[in-house]
């Protein structure tokens, strides 16, 4: 059974710019969460999904969006980067509500310079 | 907003030796939930406790729910170099978003 993939691995890019990361949940699983993870601030919960609904929202920015499609996979956007938006995006995939334990993905490293 | 604590931030073990790290959360938590990260990777999923004052063993790691569900504990004892990583509780907050606490970095000399 695949893993969850998240695409780039890394990406480095310059303020002002927008990304795009992508995440591919396991196979039949319906949750994405998105989380951000930097040395100062440890895992800070972005948003989820479920089912293309976002389910939840965290305290960031209007600058930070998602969105899940009919597969699964979601994607997460941020516009107008920041030095600050440097940091390690990790997403997570669940079966859904009421199933233990979120699967994390390897992370997408972003640079901003 | 409702918080997820941990302590220590950081902790430096003999092999060999046990150590303990507590989780704190400012409210009351359905469930709780344990993860390491290794270097460098990422987080994974180590279990979940729901009752109150349940106790789960994997192991050398006890995970303990304390009776309110407010607090937990993971407890490993006779460390060794493959328990290098850090340790993170979360549990579902407002909203039922999974909120992770600071985690606690364990460094082991040999």
């Known amino acids: 059974k695949a893993g969850v993939t998240q695409t780039p691995r890394y990406l480095i890019k310059t303020r002002g710019q927008q990304v795009t990361l992508s995440c591919s949940p396991i196979?039949?699983?319906?949750?994405v969460s998105w989380y951000q993870q930097t040395p100062g601030q440890g895992l800070q919960f972005l948003f989820e999904?479920?089912?293309?609904?976002?389910?939840n929202k965290g305290n960031f920015p209007g600058r930070f969006s998602g969105r899940q499609f009919s597969n699964s996979r979601s994607e997460m956007n941020v516009s107008t980067l920041e030095l600050g938006d440097s940091a390690l995006y990790l997403c997570?995939?669940?079966?859904?509500?009421?199933?233990?334990?979120?699967?994390f993905g390897s992370g997408t490293r972003l640079t901003v310079v | 907003g409702q918080q997820v604590m941990q302590i220590p931030q950081y902790q430096h073990v003999q092999e060999g030796e046990d150590f303990t790290t507590y989780c704190n959360s400012s409210?009351?938590?359905?469930?709780i939930q344990w993860y390491k990260q290794r270097p460098g990777g990422h987080p994974v999923f180590l279990i979940q406790?729901?009752?109150?004052?349940e106790v789960k063993k994997q192991k050398r790691l006890t995970f303990q729910f304390g009776e309110a569900k407010k607090n937990s504990s993971l407890h490993i004892t006779a460390t060794q170099t493959t328990d290098v990583g850090t340790y993170f509780c979360?549990?579902?907050?407002?909203?039922?978003?999974?909120?992770f606490g600071g985690g606690t970095r364990v460094l082991v000399k040999p």
């Open positions: 997570a995939s669940s079966p859904g509500q009421g199933s233990p334990g979120y699967t």
């Open positions: 196979s039949g699983h319906r949750s």
């Open positions: 999904y479920f089912s293309e609904t976002q389910r």
């Open positions: 409210t009351t938590l359905s469930n």
């Open positions: 406790l729901v009752k109150s004052g």
């Open positions: 979360a549990g579902p907050t407002a909203g039922n978003k999974l909120t």
